[in-house]
């Protein structure tokens, strides 16, 4: 007898949506399986579940291409509602850098959208039942070792602070903004450098950018 569980689809295609959802159906017989498009969607949806606590855990599975908020900042929304909320994210791009940033952003489990819809379901049956080790990787290629990839882990201020970084502000007025000194505005622009593996502005750009810590999609 499987598993029951409550499942939330977030991805913008409806047949990526729908395929997931019947394969999640047929999979785990009884259980709740749930589809919206987008992050500000789900957030929507789980924000009255998170606060009935522990018996009302949903699974989510996101898509980290979404229009909208996306990435890294729809990723620290929903894990932001508490623990009842499990998340595992689906892209279809899974270097190391985006995988190492889900992973150290305390997702679940990271999947990419070449796996082949067998070995999907097997790594979400395992993740959800504790058989297999939460920050697990699945590439198209089966699953992947994921104990010397940087799990790049920002701090709440290294974000305000990237995001400014993002808008071409300098540390001074990164300072101004935040009521800090620029001394320390320019330690946590160093942070950000070395968490990132970047050595400028440019590069931290293009990386957020890529993670969607900017409005930009990944």
């Known amino acids: 007898m499987s598993q029951v569980y409550k499942f939330l689809i977030v991805d913008d295609h409806p047949m990526i949506r729908d395929s997931m959802a019947d394969a999640l159906t047929n999979k785990f017989i009884s259980s709740t399986v749930k589809k919206v498009d987008s992050s500000e969607s789900a957030l929507e949806f789980l924000t009255p579940f998170a606060r009935q606590g522990k018996d009302s855990s949903w699974w989510v599975l996101m898509d980290l291409g979404l229009p909208g908020i996306s990435g890294l900042a729809a990723i620290r929304l929903l894990l932001a509602l508490g623990p009842v909320i499990k998340l595992i994210t689906v892209s279809g791009n ?10 150290g952003a305390g997702v679940e489990a990271f999947i990419s959208k070449g796996a082949p819809m067998e070995d999907t ?9 504790g058989e297999i080790k939460s920050g697990a990787w699945l590439s198209a290629n089966g699953i992947c070792d994921t104990s010397e ?3 790049i882990q920002l701090t709440e201020r290294q974000m305000q602070v990237l995001s400014m970084v993002c808008q071409g502000k300098t540390n001074r007025e990164i300072a101004s903004a935040l009521g800090i000194t620029e001394i320390t505005a320019k330690s946590h622009v160093g942070g950000i450098f070395k968490e990132l593996h970047v050595i400028n502005r440019t590069q931290a750009v293009l990386v957020a950018q890529r993670l969607g810590i900017t409005s930009n999609k990944i």
């Open 149 to 151: 990839i940087k799990k």
């Open 121 to 129: 379901l097997e790594l979400i049956s395992g993740i959800a039942s």
């Open 94 to 103: 899974d270097d190391e850098l985006q995988v190492g940033a889900c992973l």
